[in-house]
């Protein structure tokens, strides 16, 4: 299994900036991932982070709206650009030790944040 | 493309008793996992159980067991002798090997009274 540990665990932000969300893993992992989850809904996906290599984005999702780094594989970073109100949501991050074999995802403990 | 359907937005259960929530999914593949993935109020989602499409026996961990039916594309699941700490957000995973996403449903909120 993994632990995975999210930075900041909530925000309140104003339009028009930009905000940062930390992932840390406390094992090397092959597989990063980014969620979006509206309270009370279901998950979301943003984009598949791999180390080394650019992130995949889902449909909706765009590479400047939300830019994802990957620089090891232990940590992940989303941005989330330029928000508006319609951002505020919760923003999970989720990790599996291995890609496409069926390995479970753990997840973190995700952040809340609210654009004003 | 694949889907999965949880059908009960609300289920609730007495404590102690026994509850069983269900999951559809729709897919035309033979190689596959599900998951249930329970979300308490503190939003951090935890794996309950998870159950590989290939084998025909049902996966338990301790009070939660499924019931997999491949032919039904069905993965229920079933809680026994429920607690207090059960109530939650319980949501049914989708998994097909090498696409590295999973697929999930809508959730089912679970309430446990007293």
């Known amino acids: 299994s993994a632990v995975i540990s999210q930075k900041p665990s909530r925000d309140i932000c104003q339009r028009g900036t930009s905000l940062t969300i930390q992932c840390q893993v406390d094992?090397?992992?092959?597989?990063m991932f980014w969620y979006r989850q509206q309270p009370g809904q279901s998950l979301t996906l943003i984009a598949t982070?791999?180390?080394?290599?650019?992130?995949?984005?889902e449909s909706g999702f765009v590479i400047d709206k939300f830019p994802i780094s990957r620089p090891n594989l232990t940590f992940s970073t989303l941005t989330v650009s330029n928000m508006s109100p319609e951002d505020s949501s919760i923003y999970l991050c989720?990790?599996?030790?291995?890609?496409?074999?069926?390995?479970?995802?753990?997840f973190g403990p995700g952040t809340r944040l609210t654009v004003l | 493309a694949q889907t999965v359907t949880q059908s009960q937005p609300e289920m609730s259960v007495q404590e102690a008793e026994t509850v069983t929530l269900s999951c559809t999914y729709d897919?035309?593949?033979?190689?596959?996992?599900l998951f249930w993935y329970k979300q308490p109020p503190s939003r951090q989602m935890i794996l309950v159980i998870r159950?590989?499409?290939?084998?025909?026996q049902n996966a338990t961990e301790n009070r939660f067991s499924v019931n997999f039916q491949k032919a039904a594309k069905s993965f229920s699941l079933k809680i026994s002798d429920s607690q207090l700490g059960d109530a939650a957000m319980y949501f049914c995973?989708?998994?097909?090997?090498?696409?590295?996403?999973?697929?999930f449903g809508t959730g089912t909120r679970l309430k446990v009274l007293a």
């Open positions: 989720s990790a599996a030790t291995s890609g496409g074999t069926g390995d479970t995802q753990y």
């Open positions: 094992s090397q992992v092959t597989m």
């Open positions: 982070a791999n180390q080394g290599s650019e992130a995949t984005y």
């Open positions: 897919t035309s593949e033979s190689d596959y996992y």
């Open positions: 159950q590989e499409a290939y084998k025909q």
């Open positions: 995973a989708y998994f097909l090997e090498g696409t590295y996403k999973y697929i």
